[in-house]
């Protein structure tokens, strides 16, 4: 069973970045997303930003626009979450996920990695 890792999680300052990595532990296959999630305490899961794996086609949140950017390397498998301006609400734990379907639903995604801390302090 492949698995996502993320990496790059961790405490900032308001206004300040992180670049936030997920990688699978294997070889995967035939995916349409790779998106990134997150969930703060109390709260939804909820659509940060996903990229089509063949196209390249990126879509955001409302919410990070304009702040957040989100790449992949094809070659390497992996996808990355650039995030500046960090703000207090972004503060949750942020999951990568894959899904074989077009849809932002996080019950459209399948394989799902266990999730990075990402704290913004005042």
């Given at each position: 069973?492949?698995?996502?890792?993320?990496?790059?999680?961790?405490?900032?300052?308001?206004?300040?970045?992180l670049?936030?990595?997920?990688?699978?532990?294997?070889?995967?296959?035939?995916?349409?997303?790779?998106?990134?999630?997150?969930?703060?305490?109390?709260?939804?899961?909820?659509?940060v930003?996903a990229?089509?794996?063949?196209?390249?086609?990126?879509?955001?949140?409302?919410?990070?626009?304009?702040?957040f950017?989100?790449?992949?390397?094809?070659?390497?498998?992996?996808?990355?979450?650039?995030m500046?301006?960090?703000?207090?609400?972004?503060?949750?734990?942020?999951?990568?996920?894959?899904?074989?379907?077009?849809?932002?639903?996080?019950?459209?995604y399948?394989?799902w990695?266990?999730?990075?801390?990402?704290?913004?302090?005042?």
């Amino acid at each position: 069973q492949v698995q996502l890792l993320e990496s790059g999680g961790g405490t900032v300052q308001e206004g300040g970045s992180l670049r936030l990595s997920c990688a699978p532990s294997g070889r995967t296959y035939g995916y349409y997303a790779m998106g990134w999630f997150r969930q703060a305490p109390g709260k939804e899961r909820e659509f940060v930003a996903a990229v089509t794996w063949r196209a390249g086609i990126k879509y955001y949140a409302d919410s990070v626009k304009g702040r957040f950017t989100i790449s992949r390397d094809a070659p390497k498998d992996t996808s990355y979450l650039q995030m500046n301006s960090l703000k207090l609400e972004d503060t949750a734990v942020y999951y990568c996920a894959t899904t074989p379907y077009n849809d932002r639903a996080p019950t459209a995604y399948d394989i799902w990695g266990q999730g990075t801390q990402v704290t913004v302090s005042s």
